[in-house]
């Protein structure tokens, strides 16, 4: 099998790529893979939780903040922040549960990944997950449901990629989309 290479791109126009998913999908994890592809300078990610309300701002359930509804999110400081990079960066990754639920956002997206997780494997790694300390297992739950809820909306994003999270990403094969948009 023949070893991967990092390829350096260079793209000839501004690309705005989406990444969605359930938390601990691999958002994170592919933005960071898809930036390797090119020049640190050209590349920047937007990561949805950098735009989040004031806590006073965000709904709460059972007395626990609720980072899982949509208004959590300032979409229109996100949507500020990727039309003003767009002068200083050839390519801006978008990643976050709510990557996709804002039409305004979406509009900006020349194309989109949708990393899918297995239920059973979104609770193997949630429980993993101590970046919040330890979550209740009713929180847990809420956060699966929410997703179901919220985190699946595709509107308007074509083409949009659909990942297997369950394996590791396929270095080749995210090239290749690449490669269809610079």
Known sequence: MQEYSNTLLHPSKSLVIGIGGVS????????SLIASFFL??????????????????IPRVRDHVDWEDPYSIDFDKLYSAIIQ????????IVEGLFAFNNDSINHL??????????RREF???????????????????HIWKSYLKYGR??????????????????????????????
């Open 24 to 31: 601990r999908a691999g958002k994170s994890t592919l933005a």
């Open 109 to 118: 997206f020349n194309f989109g990944y949708f990393i899918k997780i297995k």
């Open 85 to 92: 990079q767009q002068t200083k960066y050839g390519v801006i």
């Open 153 to 182: 909306t595709l509107n308007n994003i074509s083409p949009l990629f659909v990942l297997d999270g369950n394996k590791p990403f396929d270095k080749h094969l995210l090239l290749s989309h690449l490669q269809r948009f610079i």
């Open 40 to 57: 640190h300078d050209t590349c920047l990610i937007l990561c949805q939780d950098d735009f989040i309300r004031p806590l006073s701002e």
């Open 123 to 141: 609770f193997h790694r949630k429980r993993l997950d101590l970046t919040w300390g330890v979550e209740p297992e009713w929180y847990i739950h």
